[in-house]
């Protein structure tokens, strides 16, 4: 099987996903043809294949899920391969959605997130003195810094969405941990 079938297939699966989430909204492609050849080819010069199944699943997830919020066209295979940044032409829409750069929270509905969130805290613990989204907005940095070391990943992202200022002292505080002999090098 081509690298170009194999991508093919993977996005036309997406199309279950329908079923699971009970929108109607992705477009499937019978066949591949030079076009579609022409697309993967190029984005195979800076990723690999499972880059971009990566890619397809999180764009589907956030397209036909009811946590998200995406109201943009929906996209073609071809679509999704060459669409360019408006603001930058060397720059593929599509890279967004790849592992490592995808944040799904930036997609998430406002009450998912919150809802999300207090998941996420009830299953580190970190509850109670944290769990009002205002109280963590308003807690001294001290505590805001104790809560974003004990949270996950995804924690981590939405208090320092939050809290921008956390980051900067956990980065001033670990720099700081470390001290330095100026004298001796």
């Known amino acids: 099987m081509s690298q170009a079938q194999d991508i093919l297939n993977c996005w036309n699966i997406q199309k279950y996903k329908e079923e699971e989430f009970g929108k109607t909204k992705w477009h499937i492609r ?11 080819k190029t984005a195979l010069k800076n ?10 699943g999180n764009y589907a997830t956030v397209v036909l899920g009811g946590d998200y919020f995406y109201d943009y066209d929906k996209w073609t295979i071809d679509m999704f391969l060459t669409r360019r940044e408006k603001d930058d032409k060397n720059m593929f829409k599509w890279w967004k959605w790849l592992p490592g750069r995808f944040e799904e929270s ?20 970190v509850i109670d003195e944290y769990e009002a989204p205002t109280t963590f907005q308003t807690m001294p940095i001290e505590q805001a810094v104790a809560a974003y070391e004990k949270g996950s990943t995804f ?18 505080t670990n720099s700081n941990s470390a001290p330095v002999d100026k004298q001796n090098g």
């Open 30 to 40: 019978r066949e591949v043809k030079y076009d579609l050849e022409l697309a993967v």
């Open 47 to 56: 990723f690999t294949v499972d880059d971009i199944k990566g890619a397809i």
């Open 106 to 125: 930036d997609y998430l509905r406002d009450n998912i997130v919150q809802q999300r969130v207090s998941q996420a805290r009830r299953h580190e613990g």
């Open 155 to 172: 924690l981590k992202g939405i208090y320092a969405k939050e809290r921008p200022e956390i980051l900067e002292h956990v980065c001033n």
